[in-house]
């Protein structure tokens, strides 16, 4: 997966204004599109549309019974092609999330539908259709001078650093419900942005596969090790280590080659096996023994594989290698923790 938008231009904006519909806030349909000529403003606008948008995974326009009952894909569908449907189909999109909006934390906010062009995504040139939605203001002084002195105010504004949700719908694999980038910084709230108004799921290719697999073996240390084999801190420590360590270094992930550098132990292999299994089923992802590894993925989530152990409030213990060269005990006179670390050079 590789996305280059430095070169994206900005070849159409309408924005609308869409409230909470559980609290009947009603919305506001814009009647043309917005023209930005300062090419200042273009430039800061396409920042804060675009540089959220990095290591993110891929995901498809989807819906349960047919691909074109998905409200998004009609209206992202009838944009590309024909441009002089923007203005129609993004008051059809404004409408769309409007009716999706029925959560009572969701905050109202300006949607912007936005057409682009020039999208480096996987060695293809491609156009792309944004939805993004600013829900967050901020307020920012304001100083200027007034004759001999100077003044300040405020004013409320959008910080171009915090998109709050996003979506990239890319021109390319439509059959397949295009090619989906999105954020939210506001998950919590209903995630109605991405299952509920948008209609996306996964998309499975290796950065999907490689996530899949990292997030599953971090639950099965979690989940199972200690349960049976009543493993300490330093024990997960050292299995997220190896693990992370990798997939950061082979280029293929396979799973009989991953039971015997990582696991090691023949007696774990089956426990391995059948928690696979029963994880796919629960969580209902789709885990596969062999895939090339998607760095970016293994970037964005090898920082949930901690390799510190906390103690009390007066160390923290970093364990980056050998297992065998920390032990734990309790030190008879005070019935307290220890830990026992062996080294050979002080840095």
Not at 79 to 87: H, P
Not at 93 to 116: C, F, N, Q
């Amino acid at each position: 997966m590789a996305i280059n938008l430095s070169q994206t231009v900005l070849e159409g904006l309408c924005v609308h204004k869409v409230g909470n519909n559980l609290q009947n806030e009603g919305i506001n349909l814009s009647n043309t599109p917005l023209l930005i000529e300062d090419e200042t403003v273009r430039t800061l606008i396409l920042k804060y549309f675009l540089s959220a948008f990095k290591n993110t995974p891929f995901f498809n326009l989807y819906h349960a019974e047919e691909l074109s009952q998905n409200n998004v894909f009609e209206y992202v569908t009838a944009i590309f092609e024909n441009e002089d449907e923007l203005l129609t189909q993004s008051q059809n999109l404004a409408k769309h999330l409007y009716d999706k909006s029925i959560h009572p934390r969701i905050t109202g906010g300006e949607l912007y539908v936005v057409k682009l062009g020039e999208c480096f995504v996987d060695d293809e040139v491609l156009q792309a259709v944004g939805l993004f939605k600013s829900e967050s203001k901020e307020t920012f002084l304001k100083v200027y001078p007034t004759g001999d002195n100077y003044a300040i105010d405020y004013e409320q504004g959008i910080n171009i650093n915090k998109l709050d949700k996003g979506c990239l719908i890319f021109n390319t694999e439509k059959e397949m419900g295009y090619k989906v980038c999105l954020i939210d910084n506001k998950s919590d709230e209903a995630r109605y942005w991405k299952e509920e108004f948008i209609g996306a799921k996964p998309r499975e290719d290796n950065f999907y596969y490689t996530e899949n697999y990292m997030k599953m073996c971090k639950n099965f240390f979690n989940d199972k090790l200690k349960e049976e084999f009543k493993t300490d801190r330093v024990d997960e420590v050292s299995f997220l280590n190896k693990s992370s360590k990798f997939f950061e270094e082979k280029e293929v992930f396979d799973v009989e080659q991953f039971k015997q550098e990582v696991i090691q132990q023949p007696e774990i292999f089956d426990l391995f096996d059948e928690y696979k299994e029963k994880y796919q089923e629960e969580t209902e992802a789709k885990i596969t023994d062999e895939f090339n590894i998607s760095q970016p993925a293994v970037k964005n989530y090898k920082k949930i594989f901690k390799s510190v152990i906390k103690l009390d409030k007066n160390f923290h213990i970093y364990v980056h290698g050998n297992r065998d060269l920390i032990e734990k005990g309790i030190d008879p006179a005070t019935g307290m923790n220890y830990y026992r670390l062996m080294f050979k050079t002080e840095f």
